[in-house]
């Protein structure tokens, strides 16, 4: 199985939506943005969220490739802002830490 970044970075998407997206990421609030697409409760760790984040956005990407008439642009750019911001989280966690020799 590919790892969570792979999966993220392979995904390929129409050009201004995913500009669009990492203009929103830029003001993405984590607390905001997941308990509107998930509900309010208790926010997973960001693997859980970055996996459910991905079944949610290849659900509405089929629908938009199908042309299906419930596909939401502002649900798809809600979804790919939550991805993109929650990949940053889940780098800078996985950053491994600068030791400062005094």
């Known amino acids: 199985m590919q790892d969570l970044m792979t ?8 050009r201004l939506l995913s500009r669009a997206a990492k203009v929103g990421a830029q003001q993405y609030d984590r607390d905001r943005h997941l308990q509107r ?18 079944e949610m956005e290849r659900s509405v990407d089929d629908q938009r490739r199908s042309g299906d008439a419930a596909y939401s642009l502002v649900r798809h750019l809600d979804l790919l802002i939550a991805l993109i911001g ?5 780098q800078a966690s996985r950053a491994p830490e600068l030791h400062v020799i005094k």
């Open 37 to 54: 697409l998930f509900g309010y409760g208790a926010l997973p760790g960001t693997g859980a969220a970055l996996m459910r984040l991905l």
């Open 86 to 90: 929650e990949a940053r989280l889940h």
């Open 7 to 14: 999966m993220i970075t392979a995904l390929r998407r129409p």
